[in-house]
């Protein structure tokens, strides 16, 4: 299959297109699933320009994403009762998240590792703080309630929450986001791949590889950092966009520290710098937990008779454990990028 | 011949330690200068003094004539001065190739927008970056190791890598700190062969050298740091005899014996 890429992507586009169908087949519950996989995807790509590619530990990654989700809350509800089209907003999505991205980014310039993780952390909070208490004295983000009564996305002038009639198939609004978010984030992982692959993203790595020698090569590192923190949370802009459209209703408490260590895990359990694997982890850290709840009950009362462990917390200790797993035995992450590929990739050329 | 780099007082303190007191040098156009001393003497804090990674405690540096910024290494390298590590940094995951055309970087534009959309410039320039990449790892030698990543080169090929990455920055003034250091005889030679190349080509050299051999037969002049102070600074045959110079490499009471 290497040798034909045309068959490769006529078979990964069948794939993607074919997908919902087959998840929902176990219910729409779980199509519904796959479409916040897929947000959590798109905020992973975004995460990995910046710790993968860059090598700068964010801790409130997802800040991003609330910016992003209230951006298009705040335009398209009654709130304020301005509704903009969806393909206004969501660029508008990606440029100020990018912004808040390039101001967030800009005092941790000289911070690295540690330090730099309990910064960002602490401009996450700061983020969700203000979204809980813009509420008064003016009200802009209705506080702790959240903004509801959000316009669903709409393409085309199709809403995309409604059941739609093709030739006299009925198509669920979940399968018809499906589509969207994958396209979505198809765009992402060609925009990473093209980044990766440039002068900008070679940047990237030298100051990931060493800030020093960086510097010493002509490569001005404040700004290239600013960038990458801009374009890592853009994309988080964008999820943030859609997540809203999708969910009809934002609050605070979507955006919790939590929220940034998951993603932070799909990046890294994944493989950190390898958007393959960062979309697998993506994948697998959003539909295991998934799994975990709707089995774990019916799977313990088979074996004791009785819940033992509240799903909830069983989720949490499996997945702590797993984290450590992974850490001990793969390091690199579940699929990181391979050695010699880029050994072998020029060789051949 | 004219100056291309001017260092007039340059001292720096760390702590309790004086690692340069009140250094001036002039480097001419097109010459190879070799910088020596003990260890410790203070000769890698003056490159890092002098290209933006130490901030100096006192003193100015001027390239062409021009001052060069304090604590901006990038617009040190932009305005021609390229150095090389004693302890080897080279970007370990790249390729050679890549760590090369990094050092493109500063002399390119091609921003985001035309990374995303791979333009039409954005493709040409790329294109222009990775030939002269090519070409530099073959003119430093190691063209047959272009794929391999940084880490997995020899020790002496690391060296190499180093100079062709420095030499893609364009520099007028190329530093080298120790860059036979761990290179057996035969790797020493083409060394040699290679500096003398890039003198042709019109970079003038600022040579730190523990191997006096190459130091002598290169270099055009020689300076002596001992504990922080130039102590010597003439052609390499005046410096070898130089008593000041017997002392500080072979400790006190044997030169004035
Ligand atoms: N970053 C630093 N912090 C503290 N002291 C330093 C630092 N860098 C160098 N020194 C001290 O400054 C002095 C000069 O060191 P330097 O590395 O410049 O010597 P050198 O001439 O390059 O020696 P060598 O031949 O061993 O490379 C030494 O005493 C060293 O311990
Ligand atoms: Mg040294």
Same mark, same amino acid.
């Given at each position: ?204 790595v030298a100051i990931r590889e060493d800030e020093v020698a960086a510097k010493a090569c002509g490569i001005n590192t404040r700004n290239v950092k600013l960038l990458a ?121 | ?179 036979? &250091? ?40 020689? &300076? ?34």
């Amino acid at each position: 299959m290497k040798r034909y890429p045309q068959l490769r992507m006529l078979a990964t586009i069948a794939l993607l297109l074919l997908l919902p169908f087959a998840v929902g087949t176990m219910g729409n519950a779980w199509v519904r699933i796959l479409d916040f996989a897929l947000l959590y995807i798109m905020l992973a790509l975004g995460l990995n320009i910046v710790v993968g590619f860059a090598g700068l530990l964010d801790l409130g990654y997802i800040a991003f994403y609330g910016v992003g989700a209230y951006t298009y809350a705040l335009l398209a509800s009654p709130q304020f009762g301005v509704h903009w089209p969806v393909w206004l907003i969501l660029p508008l999505c990606a440029a100020i998240a990018g912004l808040f991205g390039a101001l967030l980014g800009a005092p941790t310039l000289r911070l690295r590792g540690d330090y730099l993780a309990i910064v960002t952390l602490g401009f996450g909070e700061i983020i969700r703080i203000f979204l809980n208490n813009l509420n008064s004295p003016v009200n802009i983000t209705n506080g702790p309630q959240g903004i509801a009564s959000i316009d669903p996305i709409a393409v085309a002038g199709v809403s995309l929450s409604r059941t739609l009639n093709v030739f006299g198939f009925e198509v669920h609004g979940l399968y018809l986001y499906y589509y969207l978010f994958a396209f979505v984030a198809l765009l992402i992982v060609v925009v990473s791949a093209r980044l990766q692959d440039s002068r900008i993203g070679r940047a990237w790595v030298a100051i990931r590889e060493d800030e020093v020698a960086a510097k010493a090569c002509g490569i001005n590192t404040r700004n290239v950092k600013l960038l990458a923190f801009a374009m890592g949370a853009s994309f988080g802009g964008v999820a943030g966009g859609l997540f809203a459209g999708f969910q009809g209703f934002v609050s605070p408490e979507s955006f919790s520290l939590l929220e940034s260590i998951m993603v932070l895990c799909m990046v890294v359990i994944g493989g950190m710098g390898h958007i393959g694997g960062v979309i697998f982890g993506g994948l697998l850290l959003a539909v295991m937990p998934e799994i975990f709840r709707y089995s774990a009950v019916p799977a313990q009362q088979a074996l004791f008779g009785k819940v033992v462990i509240d799903p909830e917390s069983l989720r949490m200790l499996l997945f702590g454990l797993a984290l450590i797993v992974v850490m001990l035995y793969r390091p690199a992450g579940l699929w990181p990028e391979p050695r010699h590929r880029r050994e072998l990739a020029g060789k051949k050329s | 011949m004219s100056c291309l780099l001017e260092a007039r007082g340059i001292s720096k303190q760390f702590g309790g330690v004086q690692a340069l007191q009140d250094v001036s040098l002039t480097i001419n156009h097109g010459e190879i200068y070799g910088l020596i001393g003990p260890n410790g003497a203070g000769k890698t804090t003056f490159f890092n003094v002098l290209t933006g990674l130490y901030a100096r405690d006192a003193g100015e540096v001027s390239l062409d004539g021009k001052p060069l910024p304090l604590g901006k290494p990038h617009a040190i390298s932009i305005a021609g001065f390229a150095r090389t590590f004693q302890n080897i940094r080279l970007f370990a995951n790249m390729t050679a190739l890549e760590n090369v055309m990094v050092g493109r970087h500063a002399r390119t534009a091609s921003g985001v927008i035309g990374a995303i959309l791979r333009t039409a410039a954005a493709r040409g320039e790329e294109q222009a970056i990775r030939r002269r990449a090519e070409e530099l790892l073959h003119y430093v030698g190691i063209g047959d190791r272009t794929h391999d990543l940084a880490r997995h080169l020899s020790y002496g090929d690391q060296r190499r890598l180093e100079i062709a990455r420095a030499l893609a920055t364009e520099p007028r003034l190329l530093a080298l700190d120790e860059p036979a &250091a761990g290179m057996n005889a035969s790797e020493t030679a083409a060394l040699r062969t290679l500096i003398e190349g890039l003198r042709a080509d019109g970079i003038t050299i600022l040579l730190i050298e523990h191997d006096v051999k190459l130091v002598m037969g290169l270099c055009d002049r020689v &300076a002596v740091l001992d504990y922080g102070r130039k102590i010597a600074e003439d052609v390499p045959e005046q410096v070898r005899r130089n008593p000041a110079v017997i002392e500080a490499y072979l400790g006190v009471g044997v030169g004035a014996a």
